[in-house]
């Protein structure tokens, strides 16, 4: 039977209509909100190398600041202490305080503000200097004491900066203080979503030289923090 175009749809064809209808219109919203989030996921994975680079550039404006520091202090880096702490120590040698930052940390990485008027100590902070524990406790000296440059027999093989947690506000890693574990990121960079261990994170060395380093190659097979060689080779298991 054949329908004139005048008449009237039936209430339960005009619901099949309007049914039909919804469906189509909610399959297209879903179609272009899921594009929208491929392009999204797209952008994001792009952009991760470009900021895994620039936290690369970072730590080696910082590694050379710490070489040049210690030309010019007799061949020693900064010694421990607060006021300052080594980020204002080193701010003559790197100049922008914008390079303290990983752009893949977080917004405000932790500091601490220990002085108002040593404006680079107080700055957020994605980074954290080597201790050097190793050396003072096998040496039996003062953690205050200015750390030589010559201790490192292995330079293209010891760690001076690594990437921090956001939470933390530590300046240096102590490998002997076991809480300090705490405080490394080792898998800021092209983590596989949140599953932990996964990722890397960016290292610079003693020979000037930057590295990406897969979560955990710092501390195991060889603990490249350390300079002690007993201490070395006693790496971290994971």
């Known amino acids: 039977m054949f329908r004139l175009a005048t008449e009237p749809l039936s209430i339960a064809e005009s619901m099949k209509t309007a049914s039909d209808a919804f469906t189509r219109i909610d399959f297209l919203a879903s179609l272009a909100a899921l594009s929208l989030l491929i392009m999204i996921t797209a952008g994001m994975t792009r952009a991760e190398p470009a900021r895994t680079a620039a936290c690369h550039n970072n730590l080696r404006q910082l590694g050379l600041a710490l ?28 100049k922008q305080l914008a390079i303290l930052t990983c752009p893949s940390d977080g917004p405000n990485p932790r500091s601490l503000p220990v002085n108002p008027t040593n404006a680079a100590d107080s700055a957020p902070r994605s980074y954290i200097l080597n ?70 994170s960016n290292y610079s060395f003693a020979d000037g030289s930057v590295r990406l380093l897969k979560w955990g190659a710092a501390l195991y097979p060889v603990n490249l923090w350390n300079v002690v060689p007993e201490w070395r080779t006693n790496g971290v298991g994971f």
Do not use: C
């Open 67 to 94: 070489l040049s520091y210690a030309d010019d202090n007799a061949g020693t880096f900064p010694p421990r202490g607060l006021n300052p702490a080594w980020p204002e120590r080193l701010r003559p040698y790197y």
């Open 131 to 200: 201790g050097w524990d190793d050396y003072f406790a096998a040496g039996g000296l003062p953690f205050t004491t200015p750390f030589p440059e010559s201790a490192i027999a292995e330079p293209a093989q010891t760690i001076l900066f690594g990437e921090k947690v956001e939470e933390s506000s530590h300046f240096w890693f102590d490998y002997a203080q076991s809480d300090d574990f705490s405080d490394l990121e080792m898998g800021r960079h092209h983590r596989s979503g949140n599953s932990v261990p996964s990722g890397a």
